[in-house]
Each structure stands twice: as C-alpha cells, then as structure tokens.
C-alpha cells in the first residue's frame, strides 16, 4: 500500500503481544489513547533509576530533573513548531484548559463573550461555560449535520465585537471532522479574539504548527500520541505572557512555569520526551528534529489515510451500518463513528472485545455531539480509531467482526 515502515513501528510496541483467547489484540482505541513504544518506558524507567528527584537542588539528579523538563519542552516546541518556553506541561488537556480559562476569564467584562463549539470535547467546552459565572456570555457555533464539522457560517455570524474568546478543537474525537482553522484564524483576527485551539485529537493524526495555526493557545495530550498520561499547553509567547495565572507565591511568574501548579510529572515529560523522538524515527534522518516530526507526521497520516479509506469502504457495504462524520475525501482524521440498526454499541464492542479487536463505544465526551445526533439515549456509537501501528489485516479482522454481528 505505501512504503510505511509498519513492521519497524509493531516491533517496538509491547503491547502488540497481548493475546485475547488465542488471538493477538488488535487496537482501534487510540482517540482514548495509544499503546507505548519501547522507547517511552525505557525513558520512563531511565527517569525514576537515574534522575528522580524535585527540582531546585544542588545535587546531580535534581540537575537532570531540570534538563528533563528542558528536554521535554524542547522536543514538544519541535512537534508542534513553538519555542521551548512557550511549552507548559499539566496533568492533563483539560486540566490545564481549566487553568486557561479561568486566567482568561480575569481579564472578560461582564458582558464580553466567548465562542466555543458543537462539534468539541467537554474539556473544551465546560472550562469556559464556567465563565457565565463571572458574566460572561457563552454562546456555542452548532455542527452541520450529518458531517458533525463546525458551521463556519454560523461561526462567522455569531462573531462580534464583544467576542473576546474563540475557543475551538481542530479535529472531532468523535467525527474525525477537522476544522479549517484558515478561516477560523481569519475571523478571530477580525474581533481581535484570543483564539484557543484544543488539538489532543489533531496532533496524533496531521502535522501541526502553531504559527501556521494562527492561535494564542493550543493544547494536546502526550498519552494520545504514544506518550505518558500527561498535558500540554502551547501559549503564545506574547499571550502567554499576558495570561493572568492563578499561582502560588513561591511559583516563577515567567512563561511557562506560571501555569504550572505544583510538581510536575517528571517522568511523564521524560517519556514525552522519548514519545518525540519515536515519531521523528519513523520516517526521519535525523539531521533536524521539527524535519523529521513533520515527515514523520505526513507519512503516518497517509499510512493511516489509506487503513481509514479501507475501514470506510468496508463499513458502508455492510448492511444496517450508519456512518457518521466527514466522507473520506473531505480533510478528516482517520477516527471512524457508526451505529448498527440491530446492535447497540456496548454490545459490538463487547463482541469485538471478546476477539481481541478494541473498539471504543459510547459519546467520548463528545456529548454535545452525540446528542445533537440524537444517540444518546442509544449508547452513543462504536468508534474505531487508526493508529501507526495499525495493519490491513487488524481492519479486515474488523470489519469481519462487525459483519459478523451486523
Ligand atoms: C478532542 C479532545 N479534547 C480534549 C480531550 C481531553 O484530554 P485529556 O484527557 O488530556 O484531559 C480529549 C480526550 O479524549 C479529546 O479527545
């Protein structure tokens, strides 16, 4: 099919080992998080041998936490084409939206308004709903329907001088719709709007950049991309330095410690670290590291674009299945949702499961979606996600099985 080095990438996943009655696992739950490469555990392990220790010591391993941290920024600001220190690290994406939002929200009037979207993740929504409290008004751009992509139209026409806050995720966990930020970037420029982009769903899938991105603050998290459960924070260096954070006394008030609460977790940023460098020797030579993670971002979303054409082909020709989201042609991830007419979710998952072939089933947090399709009270849908590490072979085991119980 191409010339993607998927044998390379399998070797080093340990998890590929696992057996199910028999069978060997075949994973399709990568929008709720990847499987680890040997790499990110050895760093992981490296870190708590070696380094383990707090930051601010006069001892060795306090010193390689430090470069730890370093790194770790370092090898984030290359993923996503940022400097060092515009890169926080969190607990996770929506833990740090928290933060965002209500930093943010100490500089809105009663009145000002913030944009958030339909088509998002809760953690991209609930953070700044909260900010009603404060009088702020909220106001949420529907989806079209049935691709489940933000309605841009709509987005324009709700914009306006009081909209202070655009907040947006660039790709559905659900749908697998992506959003044009080009426009998006355009109309926030329009109001002068701080612009906020959730990409925990874009980043594993499609090469980013956030200049290209045109945004103040873009997040991510690292367990959805090959690393540890971990979140990361983008913010502009200007707007970061802006951002009015809540912090204890003894905490730097400089980018980008300013938003970070407390410890840190260590190895996480180690194994981000290492999560990094996984991606950038799939397809790199090492000579740059943002080179090889943009090559190595464009050859995993073709590997994984043809895996995605081949699943959706093969859901459309069987019978009672309903595709929802984007078509394959249309700018998409390649995260697949469908519903059958005679199977509740939970229970092509649990058939599926029962093979060794792990779909997820349910709304993701995607609520608003799922209830916009009107599946709530149904289940939600099944969502099969392709990962790297993924084969033909593991979407053919899958679309036999949901054959098999259609
Ligand atoms: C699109 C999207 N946004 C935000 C989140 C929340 O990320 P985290 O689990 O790091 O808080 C997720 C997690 O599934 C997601 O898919």
């Known amino acids: 099919m191409t010339d993607f080095p998927v044998d390379r990438v399998r070797e080093q996943f340990p998890a590929l080992d696992l057996t199910v009655g028999g069978r060997g696992v075949a994973y399709f739950d990568g929008p709720g998080g990847t499987q680890v490469p040997d790499g990110v555990l050895a760093a992981v392990a490296r870190y708590y041998t070696e380094r383990n220790a707090n930051r601010h010591g006069a001892f060795i391993t306090s010193e390689k936490t430090e470069e730890t941290i370093r790194t770790g920024r370092e ?16 607990a996770n994406m929506t833990t740090l939206n928290f933060s965002l939002a209500r930093a943010l929200g100490r500089t809105l009037r009663p009145g000002d308004e913030v944009l958030i979207t339909d088509m998002d993740h809760e953690a991209n929504r609930d953070p700044w709903l909260d900010l009603r409290e404060e009088g702020a008004v909220v106001r949420s751009v529907p989806m079209r329907l049935p691709e489940c992509t933000v309605d841009m139209d709509e987005l324009e026409r709700m914009l306006n001088r009081r909209t202070r806050i655009i907040a947006i995720g660039w790709a559905s966990n659900l749908s697998g719709a992506v959003v044009d930020l080009d426009r998006v970037q355009e109309l926030a420029r329009t109001v002068d709007a701080t612009l906020v982009v959730d990409a925990v769903h874009y980043v594993p899938h499609l090469p980013a950049d956030v200049h290209a991105a045109g945004c103040d603050f873009l997040l991510c998290s690292p367990y959805k991309f090959f690393g540890p459960h971990l979140g990361v924070l983008y913010g502009r260096r200007e707007a970061f330095e802006r951002l009015p954070t809540h912090r204890a006394r003894a905490q730097r008030p400089t980018v980008p410690e300013k938003i970070e609460t407390g410890t840190a977790n260590h190895e996480g940023i180690a194994g ?7 991606i950038a020797g799939i397809s790199g030579d090492g000579a740059d590291l943002r080179c090889d993670l943009v090559c190595s971002m464009q050859a995993i979303a073709k590997y994984e674009d043809g895996l995605n054409r081949r699943l959706m082909r093969g859901l459309s020709d069987i019978d009672g299945a309903v595709l929802y989201g984007p078509a394959e042609d249309d700018r998409r991830t390649p ?10 979710p939970r229970e092509v998952a649990q058939f599926l499961g029962e093979r060794g072939i792990f779909v997820g089933d349910g709304h993701f947090y995607a609520l608003t979606v799922v209830e916009k399709l009107g599946l709530a009270p149904t289940g939600g849908v099944v969502r099969a996600g392709i990962a790297p590490y993924n084969t033909e ?8 099985g949901i054959e098999d119980i259609s």
């Open 393 to 400: 072979e593991e979407v053919d085991a899958l679309l036999q």
């Open 272 to 278: 981000t670290a290492a999560a990094c460098d996984f």
């Open 335 to 344: 995260t697949v949702s469908f519903t059958l007419r005679k199977r509740s």
């Open 75 to 90: 090898k984030m600001a290359a993923l996503l084409g940022a400097d060092p220190d515009e890169i926080a690290f969190g």
